[in-house]
């Protein structure tokens, strides 16, 4: 259980890391491998991260030559909640009723502070890095 919840806060991560390079640039087509050596992580870790963030509506894909992904809604549209939820996977639950309303209280919250915070805000931070 931990070592999932772990892959899936690295898809999270991975994913916002994703969004906010295409966000610098968001008219134009970005490969997995330039994006990778970018945030030096793998090709394929990022082709994994284009699936949900493709399946979630946030990018669109293209194969071939020319292929590559851009951000398919305006990064200010674009909350880390939003992310969260397309990419964390299941939430843990125990099974028991009390304790498990608890928890989505808390994921609920959780989304909407993390919505707070636009993939747009992030890219301004990243072009001042």
Do not use: Y
Not at 20 to 39: N, R, V
């Amino acid at each position: 259980m931990v070592a999932c919840f772990m892959a899936q806060n690295g898809r999270f991560g991975l994913s916002v890391r994703v969004l906010g390079f295409l966000a610098l640039a968001p008219d134009s087509m970005h490969t997995s491998a330039t994006i990778a050596e970018s945030l030096k992580t793998s090709p394929v870790m990022v082709r994994r991260v284009f699936s949900a963030l493709h399946k979630a509506g946030f990018i669109v894909q293209r194969k071939g030559p020319q292929g590559g992904a851009k951000l398919k809604q305006p990064a200010k549209s674009i909350g880390l909640g939003d992310v969260f939820s397309a990419t964390a996977g299941v939430w843990p639950a125990t099974g028991e009723k009390p304790v498990d309303a608890v928890m989505k209280k808390i994921r609920e919250d959780a989304v909407k502070a993390m919505n707070e915070t636009t993939i747009a805000s992030l890219a301004k931070k990243l072009k001042r890095a």
